[in-house]
């Protein structure tokens, strides 16, 4: 099993996603079902981009890209990213962010998914979500990392293929064990935040920032449940009163 992840802007608008937006995306969630997806979600909204996850069988893997990439078209404020796709490299151009990551078959399929907005296609996110994956590489009870940036002209399973002008990253790990979410989660946002004009949001948030900066939303997927996890950790880095 694998989760699949799929980020996009295809909001109306270059801040924020509207309300009719996410509502008709989580309206059609369920057709992923019917194509052998275990369990779906609009999992993160990041500024004006959104990001659909899945966890499928791999044998299924195509068809629900397939069937993310179909949603995401349909309910297009603006098919920007949409229309980069391609079926060649040569014609591909800026388009969808794309990841995915191995789940052990004896766990639960749980997994940690960072997204990123940029105002003005900033070169540095890719620098940044770097730094997130080598965050998670190599920590206790992660079973495997994804990075749209690492997928650049490289065939999306079931999709084609988009140009390396692809903006707005997503990463996405796969964690084994419950309580280690918060521990990979908080060493992915540091690694993040310690970039320059770095900011995380919560779920939803627009994209009120100076043009330069980035902002980011993490959220944890955990057996079908999403939980944004922007507010537990900023609390937990709050200054203790002794």
């Given at each position: 099993m694998k989760i699949t992840t799929i980020g996009a802007d295809i909001s109306g608008n270059d801040v924020s996603c509207s309300k009719n937006l996410i509502k008709n995306i989580e309206n059609n969630i369920p057709l992923l079902l019917n194509k052998g997806a275990f369990k779906a979600a609009l999992t993160n909204i990041t500024g004006d981009d959104v990001v659909i996850s899945a966890f499928v069988e791999d044998d299924r893997l195509e068809e629900v890209n397939q069937g993310i990439v179909e949603i995401l078209r349909n309910n297009a404020e603006d098919l920007g990213d949409i229309n980069g796709i391609s079926?060649?490299?040569?014609?591909?151009?800026?388009?969808?962010?794309?990841?995915?990551?191995?789940?052990?078959?004896?766990?639960?399929?749980?997994?940690i998914i960072m997204a990123f907005d940029t105002y003005g296609g900033e070169g540095f996110v890719h620098n940044v979500a770097d730094s997130v994956i080598k965050a998670a590489r190599g920590m206790d009870q992660v079973t495997d990392i994804g990075g749209s940036s690492l997928n650049h002209n490289q065939e999306i399973p079931g999709?084609?293929?988009?140009?390396?002008?692809t903006d707005d990253p997503v990463v996405v790990v796969t964690v084994e064990d419950i309580e280690s979410i918060g521990v990979v989660a908080g060493a992915m946002m540091g690694a993040a935040l310690g970039n320059k004009n770095v900011y995380l949001v919560r779920r939803g948030s627009p994209s009120y920032v100076i043009p330069g900066s980035v902002i980011m939303s993490i959220t944890a997927y955990m057996n079908g449940n999403v939980m944004d996890l922007a507010v537990p950790l900023s609390s937990k880095m709050k200054i203790l009163k002794v």
């Amino acid at each position: 099993m694998k989760i699949t992840t799929i980020g996009a802007d295809i909001s109306g608008n270059d801040v924020s996603c509207s309300k009719n937006l996410i509502k008709n995306i989580e309206n059609n969630i369920p057709l992923l079902l019917n194509k052998g997806a275990f369990k779906a979600a609009l999992t993160n909204i990041t500024g004006d981009d959104v990001v659909i996850s899945a966890f499928v069988e791999d044998d299924r893997l195509e068809e629900v890209n397939q069937g993310i990439v179909e949603i995401l078209r349909n309910n297009a404020e603006d098919l920007g990213d949409i229309n980069g796709i391609s079926d060649t490299i040569e014609n591909a151009g800026e388009g969808i962010s794309y990841a995915e990551a191995k789940i052990r078959q004896d766990r639960y399929p749980d997994a940690i998914i960072m997204a990123f907005d940029t105002y003005g296609g900033e070169g540095f996110v890719h620098n940044v979500a770097d730094s997130v994956i080598k965050a998670a590489r190599g920590m206790d009870q992660v079973t495997d990392i994804g990075g749209s940036s690492l997928n650049h002209n490289q065939e999306i399973p079931g999709v084609g293929y988009v140009s390396d002008e692809t903006d707005d990253p997503v990463v996405v790990v796969t964690v084994e064990d419950i309580e280690s979410i918060g521990v990979v989660a908080g060493a992915m946002m540091g690694a993040a935040l310690g970039n320059k004009n770095v900011y995380l949001v919560r779920r939803g948030s627009p994209s009120y920032v100076i043009p330069g900066s980035v902002i980011m939303s993490i959220t944890a997927y955990m057996n079908g449940n999403v939980m944004d996890l922007a507010v537990p950790l900023s609390s937990k880095m709050k200054i203790l009163k002794v």
